[in-house]
C-alpha cells in the first residue's frame, strides 16, 4: 500500500506521532493508500511555517509580476501530471475518471488565469473632498490562508482557493478531506518543482474533528476558505467568529432543474441526467429536484425514466462507466436512509430505489440511480440535501409556480432553466435566488465566471475577478500636502 508525507514547510514528513490512517477505493471497498493523520502540533507548524513564509523575502519581496510566473509555472506542471492526479482522484474518491481527467485537463486554467492577474491588483488615487489631503488606496493580502475542502472534488476545490489566493501574495495551509487526500499531496509535489518557496503552501492531512478546530482558530490563520456540508460549516464559521476572521463559505444546495413544456424536449432529458446522475450525484451544484410542467409530466418521466435506466454502473475507472459508487460508507448508509424516507413520506419510486448489486459493482458502495415522482415540495426529499443519485420530480403549472417552488428552500447554489423563450430566459435568471443559473445547459463552470451560493448555500465567490477580492484587503492612506497643522483638538 502507497505510504504519503504531508508538506510543512516545504519538508515532506510524517504526522508529529506517527500514526497513518487508511485511505479507501469506494470501488473495493478496500484501502489502497496510507495518510498521516495529522495532530493539532502539526498545524500549528504548518501555520508557523506559512507564516515564517510571509514575511521572508522570498515571498514578500517577489513583485507580483514574478508571483504570477511562477503560478503560470505551476499551471504548465500541472497540465503534465493531469491523467497521473485524475487516476489517483478516481481511485481515491469513485467517481468516474472521465469527469476527473476533464477537471484536472482544465484545472491549470485556474492558475494561468490567477497567475496572469496577480500584477493586475491596482489601487485607487481618490478625488478626495478634503482640501489640503491627497488619498490614495493599495491592496494587500490578507495573512495565512486556511483552506479546508470535501471529498467529491478535491483539486478542484483545492485549485479555486489556491489559485487567487497565492496570486494575491498570501501563503497557504490546506486540509483536504480525510476521505480523498492523496491526490492533494502529490499535487503538492508541484510547487516546489514551480519555484514556491517552502512554506507559502503547506498540506496537513488528518480527521476535521480532531485538528479542524485548531486550523480554523488559529491566530496566525487570517482567513478561511471552507467548502463542505452546511452543518461543518456553521461550525467552522462560529470558530472564526470567536476570532473575528473572514470566512468564505461554499456549501451545500438543493439545486432545481426546470424545464417548460416549450423546452427542445431530448436536450431536456439529457440535462436533468447530467444534473443528477453524472458524478452519481455527489456533487454540491447536483439538480437534486427536477421541476416539470404538468403539461408535459407524464411523457417527460417515462422518457427520462427508459434514459436513465440504460446508465452503465461499474468501475469508475473504466472510461465506458457512467454512474460510479459512492464515496464512502456513511454516505452511502445516509443515501439509502434518505430513499426509505421518501418511500414513508409517500413519494413514488419509478426507478432504483435500493443499493445496486450488479455485478460489475463489485463490493463497492453503488446505489441505482433513483427517481421519485409524487413529491411535494415540503418533503424531506425535495427539501434536504441528498449528495447522491436520488432525483425527485415536482410537477408545475407555470412560471410563478415554478419559482416558489425552486426558490423555496433554505439552499441557493445553482439553478437550471430549460426553455426555447428569450423572455422567459431572462425573467427566470432574474427571479431565481441562486448563485448559479443555467439555461439550456447544466454544470457548466469556467475560471472566468464567479461561483457561490445564495442563501443558506453560502457566500463569497470563487473563481472571476471577484475571487481575488476574498484574499486582499484595501488600505486607505491619507497625506496632508497643505503644510498648516491642523488644530489638534478637533477631527479633520
Ligand atoms: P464535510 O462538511 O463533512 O467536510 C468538509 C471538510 O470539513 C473536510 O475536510 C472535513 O475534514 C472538514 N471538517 C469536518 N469537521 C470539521 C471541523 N470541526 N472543523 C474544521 N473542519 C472540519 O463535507 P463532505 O461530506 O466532505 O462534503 C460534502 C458536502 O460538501 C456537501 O454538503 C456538498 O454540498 C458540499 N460541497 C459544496 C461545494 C460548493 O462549492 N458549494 C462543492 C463541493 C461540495
Redesign the pocket.
Known amino acids: 500500500m502507497q505510504k504519503h508525507r504531508m508538506l510543512i514547510g516545504g519538508q515532506w514528513v510524517e504526522s508529529g506521532n506517527g500514526e497513518f490512517f487508511e485511505s479507501l477505493n469506494p470501488f473495493t471497498g478496500k484501502p489502497w493508500a496510507l495518510v498521516p493523520r495529522g495532530t493539532i502540533d502539526d498545524v500549528n507548524q504548518a501555520v508557523g511555517a506559512a507564516r515564517s513564509a510571509l514575511k521572508a523575502p522570498s515571498w514578500a519581496e517577489l513583485s507580483a509580476t514574478d508571483r504570477g510566473a511562477l503560478l503560470r509555472r505551476f499551471g504548465d506542471l500541472l497540465a503534465k501530471r493531469a491523467d497521473e492526479l485524475a487516476e489517483i482522484e478516481s481511485r481515491d474518491n469513485g467517481k468516474l475518471i472521465n469527469e476527473m481527467s476533464a477537471q484536472l485537463h482544465y484545472m491549470p486554467q485556474w492558475f494561468h488565469y490567477f497567475g496572469g492577474l496577480a500584477d493586475k491588483i491596482e489601487g485607487r488615487v481618490l478625488p478626495i473632498d478634503r482640501p489640503g489631503m491627497f488619498n490614495f488606496t493599495f491592496e494587500e493580502p490578507l495573512g495565512v490562508v486556511a483552506a479546508?475542502?470535501?471529498?467529491?472534488?478535491p483539486l478542484m476545490?483545492g485549485a479555486w482557493k489556491l489559485a487567487p489566493a497565492l496570486a494575491a501574495g498570501n501563503t497557504f495551509v490546506w486540509?483536504?478531506?480525510?476521505?480523498s487526500s492523496v491526490s492533494a499531496l502529490e499535487f503538492g509535489k508541484l510547487f516546489a518543482e514551480a519555484g514556491f518557496p517552502p512554506g507559502v503552501v503547506n498540506i496537513v492531512t488528518g480527521?476535521?474533528?480532531e485538528i479542524?478546530?485548531t486550523?480554523?482558530g488559529h491566530p496566525d490563520v487570517a482567513k478561511v476558505a471552507?467548502?463542505?456540508?452546511?452543518?461543518?460549516?456553521q461550525?467552522?464559521y462560529a470558530?472564526a467568529a470567536k476570532h473575528i476572521k473572514p470566512v468564505t463559505m461554499?456549501?451545500?444546495?438543493k439545486s432545481a432543474n426546470i424545464v417548460f413544456a416549450d423546452a427542445n424536449f431530448d436536450n431536456a432529458v439529457k440535462g436533468v441526467v447530467s444534473g443528477i446522475f453524472a458524478a452519481t450525484g455527489?456533487?454540491?451544484?447536483a439538480g437534486s429536484r427536477a421541476l416539470i410542467q404538468r403539461s408535459i409530466l407524464d411523457e417527460f418521466v417515462e422518457k427520462f425514466v427508459a434514459f436513465a435506466s440504460t446508465a452503465r454502473m461499474g468501475d469508475p475507472l473504466d472510461t465506458a462507466t457512467q454512474v460510479g459508487p459512492i464515496t464512502?460508507q456513511p454516505?452511502y448508509a445516509k443515501v439509502l436512509d434518505y430513499i426509505e424516507i421518501a418511500k414513508a413520506e409517500g413519494a413514488r419510486c419509478v426507478l432504483g430505489g435500493k443499493a445496486a448489486t450488479r455485478p460489475e459493482c463489485g463490493d463497492g458502495w453503488f446505489i441505482e440511480p433513483t427517481v421519485f415522482t409524487d413529491v411535494t415540495p415540503s418533503m424531506r426529499i425535495a427539501q434536504e440535501?441528498v449528495?447522491g443519485p436520488v432525483l425527485a420530480v415536482i410537477p408545475f403549472e407555470d412560471e410563478d409556480e415554478a419559482i416558489e417552488i425552486a426558490n423555496g428552500t433554505q439552499y441557493g447554489?445553482a439553478a437550471g432553466v430549460w426553455t426555447s423563450d428569450i423572455n422567459r430566459c431572462l425573467n427566470m435568471a432574474k427571479r431565481l435566488e441562486s448563485g448559479t443559473v443555467w439555461i439550456n445547459t447544466y454544470r457548466v463552470s469556467s475560471f472566468i465566471s464567479p461561483?457561490?451560493?445564495y442563501k443558506r448555500?453560502?457566500f463569497g465567490r470563487?473563481s472571476g475577478l471577484s475571487a481575488i477580492r476574498e484574499y486582499l484587503q484595501e488600505k486607505s492612506v491619507w497625506i496632508d500636502t497643505s503644510g498648516a497643522t491642523a488644530n489638534p483638538f478637533v477631527t479633520r
Not at 148 to 153: G, H
Not at 226 to 233: I, K, V
Not at 282 to 285: E, F, I, L, N, Y
Open positions: 479546508i475542502t470535501p471529498w467529491n472534488s476545490l486540509k483536504p478531506s480525510e476521505h480527521f476535521g474533528n479542524g478546530d486550523l480554523v471552507f467548502t463542505g456540508g452546511d452543518l461543518t460549516g461550525h467552522v470558530t461554499e456549501l451545500g444546495g455527489q456533487t454540491c451544484v464512502t454516505q440535501e449528495f447554489l461561483f457561490g451560493g448555500s453560502g470563487e
